[in-house]
């Protein structure tokens, strides 16, 4: 499953991912050079990008599904971190869909491993609780 950025994001990615091509070739210039020093910060910095972009696609994915009533969440824990197997074309990965013929096995969540067929967020809560203040599952306030 691949996390969904919005234009603004890539765009900030890209230019992460071009900084680090550009500090990659001042080190390597650095390393020839045999300024150790250099080479060392340089490195330093590649790191520090690094981080920088991992941070940005870890809170893209984790703010890629917003808590709503008629989500589906799973129905073991609440999460609407939910996958489900979809038709996609083989040769170019084009997106068929066809998800709403999928028996109970063919989902999986990723929070707790349960194959359970998802529940409508608002149902789960009916059953469960809501979970915090607004909640996590259905985000109500
Ligand atoms: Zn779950
Ligand atoms: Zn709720």
Request: proline fraction near 4%.
């Amino acid at each position: 499953m691949t996390a969904h950025l919005d234009p603004d994001t890539v765009e900030v990615l890209k230019h992460l991912c071009r900084c680090t091509e550009y500090l990659s070739d001042r080190a390597a210039s650095a390393e020839a050079a045999g300024a150790g020093d250099t080479l060392e910060q340089l490195q330093q910095m590649i790191e520090a990008v690094r981080d920088c972009e991992a941070e940005i696609r870890g809170d893209s994915t984790a703010a890629s599904v917003k808590p709503h009533p008629d989500n589906f969440v799973c129905a073991e824990c609440g999460s609407a971190e939910i996958e489900c197997l979809d038709w996609v074309r083989v040769n170019d990965g084009l997106f068929i869909g066809g998800n709403d013929v999928l028996s109970g096995d063919d989902y999986w969540c990723s929070e707790c491993e349960s194959h359970e067929s998802p529940v409508a967020a608002k149902d789960y809560c009916a059953a469960h609780g809501h979970r915090g203040m607004p909640c996590m599952v259905c985000g109500t306030r």
